[in-house]
């Protein structure tokens, strides 16, 4: 498969080699949240990618629920691997490296773009805990704004609305009016309504294909994520809902880009797509090159594109 190359700097790439020194082939239990620290409180780039064996029996399904990632994380940064074959020994980057969404930092924080919810805990300032999601599809858009969670409920009964139950109808599928609870429920077994009352973060009773855009709006969580979330999360919780598929944020004095287009939409300039804030910061130097090709490579993990410093990048290939 073609190599996705990532320019990280010296210290961020010895961590990437320990880490993927440290992890062996095969599956293990379906993922919880990944937990991360934010080492400086001004970073706002997290995690590591690394490379997973796959062995004769996986899809890239299996590997992203196992690694709590969705369909399309693992399309983007495999995009020369089958989904379903991957094949006995196959590489396959898992890219659990993320820019945090340029949001207030205060409960959850959702990036329809990119398909991924952040928890940051009240009484942790510098940690913060991100999770795979699904999203509503094209026509049946999951919100924009600033929300709160007004309810939780355990084991919920789904009263699907007029407009889904016609849907399914159009679909050739009949849903009936009151869905109870169970295994066989497609809210799964935890439920957390929005402000915007329409709207759930709840699980699915369908996991594997999760990581796109295909909800009648509300935002799906794995059956594992959503009952950690679910016991972590207060009644009143705030919920901050953003589009952004350009991110940009700094590791220390290096300035990364995570790109995450959908396949119709057409890239924007590169010099167009540097927000305010950053494009003030003294001493910034940008690789106009780096954008451009992090732009329309799209593979959703951060690349280093600049720096607020002199100094030389070394090169990672993944």
Known sequence: MAGISILISTRAQLAAIVLLASLGSGLVAPALAATYQLENPGDSVIGF???????????????????NQGWDDMRQANPNVDMWLPGDGTEVLVPSFYILPDAPRTGLVMNRAEKRLYYYPPDNPNEVRTYAISIGREGWDTPLGTFSIVEKVKDPT??????????YLSRGKVLPAVVPPGDDNPLGHRAMRLSA??????????????????????????????????????????????????????RGNDLYLEVHLEEDVAPKPARS???????????????????????????????????RRNGSYLPMIF
């Open 49 to 67: 990618p690394f490379y997973f064996t796959t062995r004769g029996g996986d899809t890239l399904l299996d590997v992203a629920r196992h690694n």
């Open 158 to 167: 789904w009263t699907p609305p007029a407009s889904v139950r016609a849907d």
């Open 197 to 250: 009352r329409s709207y759930l973060i709840h699980g699915t009773n369908k996991p594997w294909g999760l990581g796109m855009r295909s909800s009648a709006g509300c935002i799906r969580m794995y059956p594992e994520g959503v009952e950690e979330l679910f016991g972590l999360v207060n009644v009143d919780t705030q919920v901050t809902i953003v589009d952004q598929p350009y991110k940009f944020g700094w």
């Open 273 to 307: 797509i540097v927000p305010e804030a950053i494009a003030d910061t003294e001493g910034l130097t940008i690789d106009w090159r780096a954008v451009e090709k992090a732009i329309r490579e799209n593979t959703g993990v951060p690349q280093v594109v600049g720096s």
